[in-house]
Structures are given as C-alpha cells and as structure tokens.
C-alpha cells in the first residue's frame, strides 16, 4: 500500500517549458486535490477533483491545468512555466474525511 | 468565504515547558478541524483531526486540541516541549473537500 505517490521530487524548469507533475493514489479514494507551498503562506488549493471525470478550480488555478481520467491518477500540467510557479506541489487524497499527502515536488523555474 | 488564522508565524519555547500554538477559523458552523505538522524539507503528517465527535482532540506525539465554538478556535498544546518537536505547524479547515490553510507557525524548542 503505497498511498500517495508523487514524481517527481526535484524539478527545475526554464520558463515557458511545460511539465506534467504525476499524482496516482492506490486507496480508492474518491477525492484528489493539488496545493502549492511558499513560505508564509501556507497551502493553497490550485485543483480538486471529487471524482474521476469531475474536477474544478481552487484558489489559485490559473497557469496550471488538470484532468481525471481514473480514480488512481490526478496529474497537474504546467502550461508555460513561470517564475511566480516556483514552489512546492503537494497531492493530497480522502475518501471523504481526514487527507493523505505525498511527499511533494519541489519545483524551480528559471 | 473561510478562513484559517494562526497567532505568531514563530513560537518559542523551552524543552519541557508548554506548547500553545493557536488557530481560529471563520465559520459559523463546526466544520472538519486538522492540524498538521512539517519537518523540514519533508511532507505533512496529520496530528490530529476534529469531526464533532468530542471537543478535545488527542493527537500523536503527546499532542490535543480543543475546539471551542463560542471562540471559533482550535488551539494545539502539549504539556512538554521535546527538542524533536521542532518543525512547522499547520492548521487548517476542510470546507466542501477543500483544505483551508493557515499561514503555519514555526515552533523553535530552546535547550
């Protein structure tokens, strides 16, 4: 049981590149959810997903896109990479109450 | 919208002295409390979760909260402070599946 997988751990990207950030759970776990980290902020959400084929915008979705396409897998796709996205991503997972997290990637964009 | 406060981006204490790291939310209704804690360069661990089965929480590593209403606050304590307690703590609200975060409070153990 691995919970909840993320690749990869480190990346750096130049701007404008694209990269697809890779989440896939193996609890069955209905709902999936990214945020980024920056210092003093907190978490934010960016997406969330209640259920394969159903996603929606959090706080701040803009530059980043998602799909469900099965309960295991909710990737996050960087479009054009900016500096502003340098942060750390978190996938997060529940089956309706309490979350489980990855272990992040951590991404910087020059 | 909701919204997540935590007093003091950095709290201080002495090793075997009392940990207060406070959280008040803004809702009118008791939603799904956490509280989360981040070792440097790692991920979140769930210390401890609210979900209006009982007004204090017993979490892990000797950790509770407790959730006063009447306050809008879920305020996290430990009755002594550990050197291995160190890291980030993280308080947040669950609202309709999205996570409400605080901005964290760093708890610095002194010697």
């Known amino acids: 049981n691995a919970g909840v997988t993320q690749t990869p751990k480190f990346q750096v990207l130049k701007t404008g590149q694209s990269m697809t950030l890779q989440c896939a759970q193996d609890m069955n776990h209905e709902y999936m959810s990214w945020y980024r980290q920056d210092p003093g902020m907190g978490l934010r959400l960016i997406h969330y997903?209640?259920?394969?084929?159903?996603?929606d915008q959090g706080e701040v979705p803009n530059g980043y896109n998602v799909s469900r396409s099965t309960t295991e897998d909710f990737p996050l796709r960087l479009l054009s990479a900016a500096p502003s996205q340098t942060s750390v991503y978190f996938c997060?997972?529940?089956?309706?109450?309490?979350?489980?997290f990855g272990s992040g990637t951590r991404l910087t964009v020059v | 919208a909701q919204s997540v406060t935590q007093l003091g981006s950095h709290v201080s204490v002495s090793e075997g002295a009392l940990v207060l790291l406070r959280c008040n939310y803004s809702s009118s209704v008791p939603p799904y409390l956490f509280w989360y804690v981040q070792y440097p360069n790692q991920g979140l661990q769930l210390l401890l979760k609210y979900t209006s089965a009982a007004t204090l929480v017993k979490g892990i590593n000797g950790f509770e909260a407790e959730f006063k209403k009447s306050e809008t606050s879920f305020h996290l304590t430990k009755p002594s402070a550990h050197m291995s307690d160190a890291a980030e703590y993280f308080c947040a609200v669950d609202s309709n599946y999205q996570l409400i975060w605080g901005a964290g409070t760093k708890l610095i153990i002194k010697p």
């Open positions: 997903s209640v259920g394969a084929g159903i996603t």
């Open positions: 997060a997972s529940s089956p309706g109450q309490g979350y489980t």
